[in-house]
């Protein structure tokens, strides 16, 4: 059986229904938009992830390092490129034996795939411009296991890539500006000499800064380009779970004595972003979902004044003080269950709709239309808030219902 | 009276009450005292003003005395709490209010159930049973699924006695029950509370200005200014000699 609570609490609300559909609409848009804004900033920074692990790996691992156990002797050697004061380390630029770190890296159950990448930046040139080319040596072999790149190649293919010495890989970006297409030749001049590739395809990451600059070429061309030979600049890993990217990489530090950097710690300004992004949102729907909070409010202290005199008779017939206050929470209870409800229905709704828009983004990261991401923490986040709100609002109507006295009022009406 | 009287339902002594605030503070009650035994029905009469719905109201627990005691079932009422005193009014007590108060929202059945649901000893069949049963004992059989805003005056007071007898109360206090009633309501009402306590060991307590009802009482109490001057029996009363 009901309690007899909520059914009178139900009898109530359906005597005041047009007040309380009112103010469960707003509760209805507080869930709803906090939903659908929330899938949006966790949307593009989920994307903005994605497109971070897919192109740079979930950890990097680059430059050795020696610690130094003498604080001021041996600064002038010339091996060394950078030292970092906290750490007192020695770094040396690159991994002169990638493949073995590589072995060990992926004997680690976390880490997926591994490849090798030398960097170095070299200038490129059309028949139509020159531009600076941040160029990646690339082992396909390992490659592909390890990033997303077969993911990101929006023209041309990457098949027999590894067996053609002269093809390049150009970002679309890049390959817009020198005004290349698949199959065009360019020119890439860096500090040992000119050649010539082919375009074999394009690719895009998503992330615009990588976009416009990026080339790829096969490691060993561009080990004897860049005059590096036998080594790398990164290894790059492709983790299962990359958010316990971090502890991998502080592990790894200390195995390999060589820098190792989630894409946490890379990315750490644009998440910082992102997540502010995803705050800012949070806190005006927040207000929203509040303000709601204040309608049901005005409306439950309303409907108490209306009830004084049902609230008299139910306490003379045994009603407690707390059956009382019971009736106008549960009141609250179901504005807050029903709103909700239908609020995660709006909110799906909405997130649809908006992933519909078509855009052109071009700023941090590139997309064409409003990237969503659908995850149920929005709506239970979205659903925890409305009931805190309306049952913080249904408190002090219930609390003041509970504490009529009821002689006053049954004294008071009718004479 | 004889000596092998079972404990009174509800004995209260020394009542007093005061209303208002500061300049037209009122002395409403002013010493009032009475003993309902089983079984018997009394009447309070008195002019209006007198503090007889005061002192309903304390009887019923639903305000407390300024001075004085009140005892329901051999429990003093006074050290109990909020709870104790909700459940005592549902359980033990029917209080008839001078102003019939129905809950509007309801039928009358739904407002016979309120204070079944409250107890919540019986099945929802048993519940609606028991209150089609009473409302047909106050000739509403009729209107029972009637909506209570839906009734005239008469008709909802008779659903408001129906409601005080809802969960079998040992006590029942009425504020003029039949105050807006034709003769024949007036006395269907009548025999039915009284048969009510008579035969069920209850006790009643019943306001009235009608001095043909007051007289067919096992007791009156005449009230004037806030004290009980004069208690005697009726003089129409079922035991009493013809006078
Ligand atoms: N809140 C109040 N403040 C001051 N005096 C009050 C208040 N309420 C009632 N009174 C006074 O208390 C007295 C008793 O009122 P009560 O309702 O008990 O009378 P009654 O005997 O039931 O009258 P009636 O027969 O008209 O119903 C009245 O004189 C009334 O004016
Ligand atoms: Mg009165």
Request: charged share 20%; net charge neutral; proline share 5%.
């Amino acid at each position: 059986m009901i309690p007899p609570t909520l059914y009178i609490a139900t009898r109530f609300i359906v005597s005041r229904k047009r007040s309380l559909i009112l103010s469960m609409l707003g509760v209805v848009c507080g869930v709803g938009f906090f939903i659908c804004t929330q899938a949006q900033t966790q949307g593009f920074e989920k994307y903005f992830i994605q497109s971070v692990l897919g192109t740079s790996g979930a950890v990097v691992i680059s430059d050795r390092f020696q610690p130094r156990y003498t604080q001021f002797s041996g600064t002038s050697s010339a091996d060394m490129v950078a030292s970092s004061g906290q750490n007192a380390r020695k770094y040396y630029e690159g991994i002169t034996d990638p493949y073995r770190l590589m072995r060990v890296a992926r004997s680690f159950s976390n880490v997926l795939g591994a490849a090798p990448i030398i960097r170095g930046s070299v200038s490129i040139a059309s028949s139509f411009q020159s531009e600076v080319l941040r160029l990646e040596g690339i082992d396909m072999r390992y490659h592909l296991g390890a990033t997303a790149l077969r993911e990101q190649i929006i023209s041309g293919s990457i098949d027999g890539f590894g067996a053609q010495p002269s093809a390049i890989i150009l970002g679309w970006m890049l390959a817009d500006k020198l005004q290349v297409r698949v199959g065009d030749n360019v020119t890439v001049t860096a500090p040992t000499g000119t050649r010539t590739f082919k375009v074999v395809a394009l690719s895009r990451s998503g992330i615009n800064i990588i976009d416009e600059t990026r080339g790829y070429i096969n490691l060993g061309v561009a080990q004897s380009l860049l005059g590096k030979p036998s080594s790398a600049s990164v290894i790059t890993l492709r983790l299962r779970d990359p958010g316990r990217a971090p502890e991998l990489a502080a592990h790894l530090e200390r195995l390999f004595s060589h820098r190792a950097r989630s894409w946490q710690e890379r990315e750490r300004g644009n998440l910082a972003l992102f997540s502010t992004l995803k705050i800012s949102a949070g806190i005006t729907v927040s207000l929203i979902i509040l303000l709601a909070g204040f309608g049901i409010f005005n409306v439950l202290t309303l409907t108490v004044l209306e009830k004084l005199r049902e609230i008299a008779i139910l306490r003379s017939m045994g009603y407690r003080r707390w059956d009382i206050s019971a009736i106008f929470l549960w009141q609250g209870l179901i504005i807050a269950t029903f709103g909700s409800l239908f609020g995660c229905g709006l909110g799906a709704l909405l997130t649809f709709l908006v992933s519909l828009i078509p855009i052109n983004l071009r700023g941090v990261i590139f997309a064409t239309h409003f990237v969503v991401d659908w995850n149920v923490y929005h709506y239970l986040y979205g659903s925890a808030i409305a009931f805190v709100a309306v049952l913080v609002a249904t408190f002090f109507p219930a609390q003041r219902a509970a504490t009529v006295p009821p002689v006053d009022i049954l004294r008071g009406s009718g004479q | 009276m004889t000596p092998h009287l079972p404990p009174p339902c509800l004995i209260c002594e020394g009542l007093e009450r005061y209303l208002g605030e500061e300049e037209s503070r009122v002395h409403v009650l002013r010493g009032v005292s009475l003993t309902l035994e089983p079984g018997l029905v009394h009447a309070v009469v008195g002019p209006s003003g007198c503090g007889k719905s005061t002192l309903l109201y304390l009887l019923g627990l639903l305000d407390h005395p300024d001075a004085g005691s009140i005892t329901i079932d051999e429990v003093p009422v006074a050290s109990l709490s909020d709870e104790d005193l909700s459940a005592t009014r549902n359980e033990r007590l029917g209080f008839i209010f001078q102003f019939h108060f129905l809950l509007q929202d309801f039928t009358a059945a739904e407002n016979v159930m309120i204070p079944m649901r409250r107890l919540g000893r019986a099945r929802m069949e048993e519940m609606r049973a028991r209150a089609e049963f009473l409302l047909d004992a106050v000739g509403l059989g009729a209107k029972v699924d009637r909506p209570s805003r839906h009734l005239s005056g008469g008709e909802q007071q008779r659903v408001a006695i129906a409601r005080a007898l809802a969960n079998d109360p040992r006590v029942i206090l009425a504020d003029e029950p039949t105050g807006n009633l034709d003769t024949s309501n007036s006395e269907r009402i009548f025999s039915l509370l009284t048969t009510l306590v008579r035969e069920n060991e209850k006790a009643l307590l019943l306001v009235t200005h009608n001095p043909e009802i007051a007289e067919r009482c096992d007791w009156v109490h005449e009230m004037k200014d806030g004290v009980i001057f004069e208690s005697r029996p009726g003089l129409r009363a079922p035991g009493s000699a013809p006078s």
